[in-house]
Every structure is written in structure tokens, then in C-alpha cells.
């Protein structure tokens, strides 16, 4: 799908509903491809006190079940790795903290024919992973009970976690540096003219002209999406993540650099943080909007019992402290929602990632400004992830999905 160009020049400017990693990463993207762009980011919150950007798990992996999502972690990574470089300003460049731990997905019977399948998939994308049989396993993770699995898969290269928030702050910042206006409002409504949003309107009653309204809201995108009557499958969904100190397997130089993200069977993942860990796993209940506190029931009753099955050391866990951030969960096929609405042609979309958002912002960010730019997207073709295919109800379904 194509969308008109912005004119260079244009008196408007771009307005990005929502500063997190995404309107952030976009805002960088626009005023580094495009330094005459007028970009103004609005954001209500400016210290990101609920913004999944600053309570995510931020970890990157190359190992998902559709070929669009393995091509936008391999050019992910490729700029995480030169963040420092590419978000510099001046000779301060920001460190993003990269640890290429690796993700190890791990399969029991019922689940190692799809693990096979998205490994095929993967190796014939050029992703670098590798397939274990349970003895390969138990003898590269001692620390792991192998005896009701049946597979697993490493990621060698290309896989790991970082410092969300400070890569959150860095587009921030080498946005401003480039030009764009950070503005504290709350966005209340949108002016339409027929297929066109002509200005965002704030909860303070300013209104904002615009040659592109761009809904970056995150969790909340469905209700910025209903400001213009559009419908957006999107939903908040409360996902809780525990530090966790485990005094039979401390992490110290020997033992943390070959522990990687462990994706279980049962549904629950763990990665090092430091000197703890970090885990979390799907809520058996799974309701939209619950307030923002830790649900360390699900600790005990679920994540406890099934940790300590697949790491024995883990019987001696203990919680340091735990937090909750939303899922921006797409209902309709679990993968980012890009682009224009079909009937309104400068309302762009950045939504719906499922958990999988920090990652692709690098990449999506840069996506998004092209068709703001150029009307189409010139370094890499997201077509796949349009809004279109919403409409058209054709699901693209990732079903590589954590937590
Ligand atoms: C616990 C947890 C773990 C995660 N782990 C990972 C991971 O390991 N890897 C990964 O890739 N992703 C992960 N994610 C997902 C990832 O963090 C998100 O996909 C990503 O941060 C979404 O960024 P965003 O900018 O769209 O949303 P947000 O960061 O939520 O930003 C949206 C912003 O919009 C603002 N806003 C909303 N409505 C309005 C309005 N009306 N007016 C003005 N401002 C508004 C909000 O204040 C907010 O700051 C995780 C998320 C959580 C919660």
C-alpha cells in the first residue's frame, strides 16, 4: 500500500501519539532521514511511570515462526549493536548494555515437531540456531532436568537482552537533538475531513495541525484508534516479572554467561539480570486493563512449582521484588499492526507487538517514517504487517508468542 508523501516543507508536522520506544524510535527515524520534517511527539507521561518500554523484559531473539518477524530481529540486532554509534550525540553515546546470551526454547513431545518446523524456517532465513536433542541438552546445561523433554533450540548468535529504557531515552534524546518537539498532553481527540486527519486535539483544548497523525500509544492504542472510529484489536494485558535470587545457582562470571533465556514447555521463561534472574509466564486468567500490581499469587501457584521442575535449584528461589507492565496484546494474529487505515490515509499505526515490540523498534520505527517520507517502504518491506490485512481478515499468526 502506498500513502502520499509528506511535501518537503510541508508547515505541518508529523504528530506521534505517544513517546515510548516506538513514537521515539520513529521520531529519530523521521529527523535523521528527513532533518527539514517538523515532528512533534505527545506524551502524557513524560517519566514512562506505566509505559511498557520502561517495564519490559528487553530481550531479542531471532527464533519466531514467520519470516517477516526473523528478518526484522537480523536488522535489529545488526542496530543494537551499534546503538552506541548510531544514537550518539556528539562523543556521548548511550550503552545499551547488549547481552547475547542466547534464547533456548525448550520442547516436550507434544511440542517438538513445530519446534523442528520453525527451525527450518529460521536456518533457511540465515538466523543462527542450532537444534539439541535432550543429551546435548543436559550435558551443555547441567543445571536443567531434561527427562520429560524432547528437543530444544539455541540461539548461537544474534540473541539476547539489553537496556530497554536507556535505548527508550537515547531515540528520545537524539530526536530532540535532530529537531522534534516533545510536548506533555494527553491526546483527547482527532479532526476529521473526510479521509484525513487534519489536527490532534489535546485534553488542554490546544489542537495540533498535522500532515500525519501517527498512533503510537502502546497498550492504550485502541482507545486513540476509537478517537477516529477506527477498530483496533488491541489489548492491555498485565504481564508480571519476578526477580528472583537463587542461592544454589548464583550467577557469577562461570555460570551466568551459558545461562540464555529459557522459553519452557509449560510456558513460563528466566533469563540472568545481573546478579538475580528475571522470569515471568502467561496468566492463567487473562483479563484486560488489571490495575498495574505484581500478581505474586502466580508465583506460587504456577511459575514456582514449574521453575523448580525444570531447574531443581530453583526449589530454593527467592522473590526480590516483582513489577508489572502491559502487553500491548493484537487479539487478531499476535504481530504488529502497521500503516494507514484504509479509509483514513494519514493516520498511521505502530501497535499490536504482542510482547515483541522493543526488539522491532529500531527497524519498525525506521518502517514507519519511510511511508511517512516516501509513501512506501524503501530499506526493508514490512508490507506483510499492513493494517490491510486486518481488514481483509488475513491473519499473518506468529505463533512464537512468550509470556
Ligand atoms: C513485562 C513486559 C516484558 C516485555 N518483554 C519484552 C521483550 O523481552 N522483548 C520485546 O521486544 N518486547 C517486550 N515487551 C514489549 C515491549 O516492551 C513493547 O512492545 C514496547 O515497549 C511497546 O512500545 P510502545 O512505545 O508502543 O508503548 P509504550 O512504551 O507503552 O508507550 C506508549 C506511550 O503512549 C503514551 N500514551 C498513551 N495514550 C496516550 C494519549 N492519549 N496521549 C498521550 N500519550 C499517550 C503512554 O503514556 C506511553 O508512554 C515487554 C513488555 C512488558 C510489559
Not at 500509544?217 to 498485565?238: C, D, S, T
Not at 551466568?256 to 533465556?261: D, H, S, T
Request: hydrophobic residues 45%; negative net charge; contains cysteine.
Amino acid at each position: 500500500m502506498a500513502i502520499a508523501p509528506a511535501s518537503t516543507g510541508s508547515p505541518s508536522p508529523v504528530v506521534v501519539i505517544g513517546g515510548g520506544v516506538m513514537g521515539s524510535a520513529l521520531a529519530y527515524w523521521l529527523t535523521r532521514l528527513d532533518p527539514t520534517r517538523a515532528v512533534i511527539v505527545v506524551e502524557r507521561d513524560p517519566s514512562y511511570q506505566h509505559a511498557s518500554s520502561a517495564l519490559s523484559a528487553a530481550s531479542i531473539r531471532q527464533q519466531f515462526s514467520t519470516a517477516v518477524n526473523i528478518r526484522i530481529s537480523q536488522a535489529s540486532i545488526a542496530f543494537l549493536r551499534n546503538a552506541g554509534e548510531e544514537l550518539r550525540i556528539g562523543e556521548d553515546r548511550p550503552d545499551i548494555v547488549l547481552r547475547e546470551g542466547g534464547y533456548l526454547y525448550l520442547a516436550d513431545a507434544a511440542g517438538a515437531a513445530a519446534l523442528r518446523r520453525t527451525h527450518t524456517l529460521q536456518k533457511t532465513c540465515g538466523a543462527d540456531v542450532a537444534i539439541l536433542e535432550p543429551a546435548a541438552l543436559a550435558q551443555r546445561f547441567g543445571f536443567l532436568n531434561t527427562a520429560d523433554l524432547s528437543l530444544g533450540s539455541l540461539g548461537l548468535s544474534g540473541e539476547g537482552w539489553f537496556d530497554g529504557y536507556t535505548l527508550l531515552t537515547a531515540f528520545a534524546r537524539k530526536a530532540r537533538r535532530g529537531g522534534a518537539r516533545y510536548i506533555t498532553g494527553v491526546v483527547c481527540g482527532l479532526t476529521l475531513d473526510h479521509t484525513r486527519v487534519t489536527e490532534v486535539i489535546l485534553a488542554d483544548g490546544s489542537r495540533l495541525a498535522c500532515s500525519h497523525a501517527v498512533n503510537a500509544a502502546g497498550p492504550w492504542a485502541r482507545e486513540v484508534a476509537a478517537l477516529a472510529g477506527v477498530a483496533l484489536p488491541v489489548f492491555a494485558r498485565r504481564r508480571t516479572v519476578f526477580v528472583i535470587s537463587c542461592p544454589a545457582l548464583l550467577p557469577g562470571p562461570a555460570q551466568v554467561a551459558p545461562f540464555p533465556l529459557v522459553i519452557d514447555p509449560s510456558g513460563f521463561w528466566i533469563r540472568p539480570d545481573g546478579r538475580h534472574f528475571i522470569a515471568g509466564s502467561s496468566p492463567a486468567e487473562d483479563a484486560d486493563d488489571q490495575p498495574l500490581e505484581p500478581d505474586y499469587a502466580a508465583f506460587e501457584n504456577q511459575l514456582w512449582p514449574a521453575l523448580a521442575h525444570r531447574i531443581p535449584a530453583f526449589e530454593q528461589a527467592r522473590v526480590e521484588r516483582a513489577w508489572a507492565g502491559y502487553f500491548e496484546v493484537n487479539t487478531f494474529d499476535h504481530n504488529g499492526i502497521l500503516g494507514p487505515h484504509a479509509s483514513l490515509e494519514n493516520l498511521l499505526f505502530m501497535n499490536g507487538f504482542s510482547g515483541h515490540g522493543m526488539q522491532q523498534a529500531p527497524v519498525v520505527g525506521r518502517a514507519v517514517a519511510e511511508m511517512i517520507l516516501h509513501g512506501r517502504f524503501t530499506t526493508m518491506d514490512l508490507s506483510e504487517l499492513l493494517f490491510a490485512r486486518v481488514a481483509a481478515n488475513q491473519p499473518l499468526h506468529e505463533a512464537n508468542i512468550i509470556g
